[in-house]
């Protein structure tokens, strides 16, 4: 007895340490005798009926949004290559466009995508300027396969936003949401064509308003950045998508995201429908934006600041200039003081500010309150345009622009003149085209070495334009003449 006892500890000790000696993967597997674990029976119940419910808006949502094709075709570069024995290498480095010929080659035909939606039934198209700029066709397929090619109305760096139309009726549309009313933890759906995967909706909720994440290419003054913060997954594709509420309104269009790798990483943006009902409108009116200007020089109000300048409140926007002659200046406001409310919205930094006055047009009068010293104030301020700069005003077949009215040429005379495109000037009056000596009658065929055949690529070329610009055309015998035009600031 005392020895089996003995051998009995023995294995039983012996057996203890091999198990715990090294790592040991259980797996488990219950015994038909057993009782299964109800995990269901650990919680409360749920109410089903109070959970939040997507479908609705995504079955309004879905069949507004469309996929976008941007088409660059193949480009003729010249090099100062002579003919030399590496021909063919070249050849296969750039592929058979590659030229032989003394110093040119030629680049492949390419493509971008991205998602836009349908904002009016009659078949416009609202998407992020970056998905289509420079494009030479743009092919628009519906959520039911359809295909069209649309064409380019306008388009605005500044707010990276784009205006298309396609030629169709009866098309189901996004409605505009109120996006000021959109709340921090709100539901939203982020509707798009991630990766070509077409009519993919995820959803997420409204992390941050006004953000400013210095992402848009066009570097100056006037760009806006109030962005839609939420944690909807969005990728590549997504780039003019929609933003909805649970309501299936357009709130938001969504534009880039936060990411090392460049796949979403928790992160995105999204420019607000107060902004991109306003752009739109512009767009499909005239052609170009209305932008309004309060002429001021601002900056947050920082802990710094408010030190430096012995401000009470550690927030609303700083007026560190102000123009002499602009529309803030002209309503008795003063450099120095601190912009808190523009028509009774809180305003607590420049992207807030930013946001509010970029709904608004040139004449239009809003109500600024603000402090000076610790003493509140509210002014109504008419807001101005932007000085010096040449406004483009587009009625039905012509385009006003600086004092000039251009209107397309017809078959005949580019015929006539040995053309395959451009515009011509129908009516000239005093401005930067008269000063420069052009004539009526006289037809642009290219600015800054940008072909211009038709109006829209006129309208196009010079909303990105400031400054002096080169202007390519012809007489009316066809003899090619250059110009240099100023188009000011």
């Not at 005392?2 to 012996?14: E, V």
């Not at 038909?32 to 609705?56: D, G, K, R, W, Y």
């Not at 070329?461 to 390519?472: D, M, P, S």
């Amino acid at each position: 007895m005392i020895a089996a006892a003995l051998l009995g500890g023995s294995i039983t000790l012996g057996s203890y340490r091999l198990l715990t000696s090294r790592p040991v993967t259980v797996l488990y597997e219950p015994s038909v005798t057993q009782q299964p674990i109800h995990l269901a029976s650990l919680t409360a119940p749920t109410n089903h009926a109070s959970e939040p419910n997507f479908v609705h808006a995504a079955q309004i949502a879905t069949p507004a949004v469309v996929h976008i094709k941007a088409k660059y075709e193949a480009k003729v570069m010249q090099t100062p290559r002579a003919n030399t024995p590496f021909d063919q290498f070249f050849r296969e480095f750039f592929g058979e466009g590659f030229d032989s010929g003394p110093g040119e080659y030629k680049s492949q035909p390419q493509h971008a995508t991205g998602s836009g939606v349908i904002i009016a039934a009659d078949g416009y198209i609202v998407t992020n300027n970056h998905v289509i700029e420079g494009a030479d066709q743009i092919e628009v397929t519906l959520d039911d396969n359809r295909k069209y090619s649309a064409q380019l109305v306008g388009q605005d760096s500044n707010t990276d936003l784009a205006l298309l139309k396609i030629q169709e009726k009866g098309l189901p549309y996004l409605p505009f949401g109120n996006s000021d009313t959109l709340q921090v933890g709100e539901w939203i759906l982020a509707v798009g064509n991630p990766f070509n995967l077409t009519s993919t909706v995820t959803k997420g909720i409204v992390s941050a308003k006004a953000r400013t994440i210095d992402i848009l290419q066009n570097k100056s003054q006037m760009r806006i950045e109030a962005f839609i913060q939420t944690d909807a997954a969005v990728n590549r594709g997504n780039s003019g998508g929609a933003l909805v509420n649970l309501k299936g309104e357009l709130v938001g269009i969504n534009t880039a995201i936060a990411t090392n790798t460049g796949n979403f990483a928790g992160y995105s943006f999204a420019i607000p429908a107060s902004i991109v009902e306003k752009i739109t409108n512009d767009l499909k009116k005239y052609g170009a934006v209305q932008r309004a200007m309060l002429g001021i020089s601002i900056r947050n109000v920082d802990a710094d600041l408010a030190e430096k300048e012995g401000l009470k409140k550690l927030s609303g926007v700083y007026i560190a200039d102000i123009s002499k002659n602009g529309a803030a200046a002209e309503a008795g406001i003063q450099a120095g003081d601190v912009i808190v409310a523009i028509n009774n919205n809180k305003i607590k930094n420049t992207s807030q500010l930013q946001e509010q006055i970029a709904r608004y047009k040139p004449n239009d009068k809003v109500r600024i309150t603000y402090y000076r010293k610790d003493q509140e104030s509210t002014v109504t301020v008419t807001l101005k345009s932007m000085e010096e700069k040449v406004q483009i005003v587009r009625k039905k077949d012509t385009v006003e622009i600086g004092g000039a009215t251009f209107e397309n040429i017809d078959q005949a005379t580019h015929k006539q003149l040995g053309i395959t495109g451009g515009v011509r000037i129908k009516a000239l009056k005093a401005g930067p085209w008269k000063q420069a000596g052009l004539w009526q009658g006289f037809v642009i065929t290219a600015i800054d070495r940008e072909r211009v055949e038709h109006l829209d690529q006129l309208v196009n070329i010079l909303n990105r334009k400031t400054g002096g610009i080169l202007v390519e055309g012809c007489s009316q015998n066809g003899t090619k003449i250059y110009h240099a035009v100023d188009l000011g600031n």
